[in-house]
């Protein structure tokens, strides 16, 4: 990974708007600070402008020239209720239920990406990750050919070498169980945005059996979206069968188990079977492995879209908020 340079270098050429649904938290004021300090990435505040003003006088961050919008009185909120009912007439939302939701910053933010007024969106720690995709699901949709929205985060640290290790860990956050193809999509998903970071996707299907060792409904489940993925997806370097995550990074141990794999021992794109393993598994290789950890990045919308957790400091969200601007940007 060669660092954010080449993301900010995409931004230069390339500037873009971006909605921060949290206007007054201190984290975000500091961010929109460094932000409106270049000339890349133009932060939308939500929020109570005086409020917003008072937080950041005394935050002592500059945030002159920022956009700030208050969803409560904003001028033009007929025209988005109008398109937001024309959004969801299939599930007869009227307009005060529309009025009512659009009261709320990640309603509101993601409307302003459908509108056009904004490129993208970086919600708070205040929303949970699906206070966040379930107004993108409901206005934005997936991207054509996806069934699901997913997540991944992606893991940095310096090696011995000099050089960043970089890992990709998914679904850290949205889907509790998925299914085989839902396994296949967070696959692929993953593998394209872990090349975005510099990585050449050497991918595994983590479980508690290597390649038959175990058994057991998950095991079977594992295995089969691992074999579907490398016949659906021939490019990508992945591992056929279920591995443990020891023979997954250990090169020892995959000359033990599976010798003739070319993953196996190098892996680093895990796909683990369920949300519990995977939100403990980044959350250990952060904690203990002392790795900093950039997601969770959100898969699969139609649009570029966020949120930051509520343990990220100020440089976290600046961070954040330009991972969400540059990827996937065309």
Known sequence: MNGFGMFIDKLRKNPQTIVMTEGKDERVLEAS???LASNFLKPILLGNPDEIQKAAEESG????????????TYDKIEEMVDLFCEIRKDKGLTPD???????????????????????????????????TVRPALQIIKTKPGRSIVSSC?????????GENEVLAMADCGINEKPTVDQLVEICEDTANCAKNFGISPKIAFLSYST???????????????ANKAREEYPELMIEGDELQFDAAVSPRVARQKCPNSKVAGYANTFIFPDLNAA??????AQRMGNFEAYGLIL??????INNFSWGSNAMEVYSMAILTAALDLN
Not at 120 to 130: A, E, F, K, P
Not at 156 to 161: E, G, K, L, N, Q
Not at 211 to 225: I, L, T
């Open 97 to 131: 239920e529309a009025r009512e939701l659009l009261r709320h910053p990640n309603y509101f933010g993601t409307m302003m990406i459908k509108m056009g007024l904004a490129d993208c969106m970086l919600g708070s720690s205040s929303m949970s990750t699906s206070d």
């Open 211 to 225: 390649k038959g060792s175990g058994h057991g409904e998950d095991v079977d489940r594992m295995r089969n979206a």
């Open 299 to 304: 898969l699969g919308l139609n649009a570029r």
């Open 33 to 35: 600070s460094r932000l």
């Open 279 to 284: 939100n403990m598994g980044y959350k250990i």
């Open 61 to 72: 961050f500059n945030i002159r020239g920022a956009q700030i919008v208050d969803p409560m």
């Open 153 to 161: 985060v992606i893991l940095v640290r310096p090696s011995a070498t």
